[in-house]
């Protein structure tokens, strides 16, 4: 008897960690690589590997210490991406991430979206546009969930998309 090909079934990787700072990185080339073998011939590895890294990047400082989980799931058969993170937050978190989420979602133009994340982002701080790169770039549509006292943000969408279209020519 013999296995079906993974071919035909969705693949996945699931990571549960404590992580520091220092594994961010290392986990966008772990699932870069990861996407590259489970979908040989597909050109989403990048944009994968970086929406996971955004959604990584949200959830570590709210963790307090405990787990983060990351969730990824590929279907070539299907045409579709799933990206689920979860970890422990306030509900004052959660609605404060929820109406940034809520406000990203409610542009219907990803890129109008993300320029102006980029444009009321302070300059002498860190973050505000990941939510709204994982939109645009990885042309990702996102919403978030609360269980109990985990979120969970899910990004999702075709595995073969097609290129972007952004002023003055395509983005890759």
Same mark, same amino acid.
């Given at each position: 008897?013999?296995?079906?090909?993974?071919?035909?079934?969705?693949?996945?990787?699931?990571?549960?960690?404590?992580?520091?700072?220092?594994? #961010? &990185?290392? @986990?966008?080339?772990?699932? %870069?690589?990861?996407?590259?073998?489970?979908?040989?011939? =597909?050109?989403?590895?990048?944009?994968?590997?970086?929406?996971?890294?955004?959604?990584?990047?949200?959830?570590?400082?709210?963790?307090?210490?405990?787990?983060?989980?990351?969730?990824?799931? #590929? &279907?070539? @058969?299907?045409?579709?991406? %799933?990206?689920?993170?979860?970890?422990?937050?306030?509900? =004052?978190?959660?609605?404060?991430?929820?109406?940034?989420?809520?406000?990203?979602?409610?542009?219907?133009?990803?890129?109008?979206?993300?320029?102006?994340?980029?444009?009321?982002?302070?300059?002498?701080?860190?973050?505000?546009?990941?939510?709204?790169?994982?939109?645009?770039?990885?042309?990702?549509?996102?919403?978030?969930?609360?269980?109990?006292?985990?979120?969970?943000?899910?990004?999702?969408?075709?595995?073969?998309?097609?290129?972007?279209?952004?002023?003055?020519?395509?983005?890759?």
């Amino acid at each position: 008897m013999t296995e079906p090909s993974t071919t035909t079934r969705p693949i996945y990787l699931m990571l549960r960690m404590k992580p520091p700072w220092v594994f #961010v &990185d290392e @986990i966008r080339r772990f699932v %870069e690589s990861f996407c590259a073998c489970a979908c040989p011939g =597909e050109t989403r590895e990048a944009q994968v590997a970086l929406a996971v890294h955004e959604l990584m990047q949200n959830a570590i400082p709210h963790a307090g210490g405990e787990n983060v989980d990351l969730t990824l799931q #590929v &279907d070539p @058969i299907a045409d579709r991406i %799933e990206i689920a993170v979860s970890n422990p937050a306030t509900e =004052e978190q959660f609605l404060d991430f929820k109406r940034r989420l809520d406000r990203i979602n409610t542009e219907p133009d990803p890129l109008q979206s993300y320029l102006r994340a980029m444009s009321e982002a302070p300059m002498n701080q860190r973050g505000g546009l990941g939510l709204a790169r994982v939109r645009f770039e990885a042309q990702l549509e996102l919403s978030i969930t609360r269980e109990g006292n985990r979120i969970t943000v899910l990004a999702w969408g075709r595995l073969r998309a097609p290129l972007l279209q952004v002023p003055g020519g395509i983005h890759v």
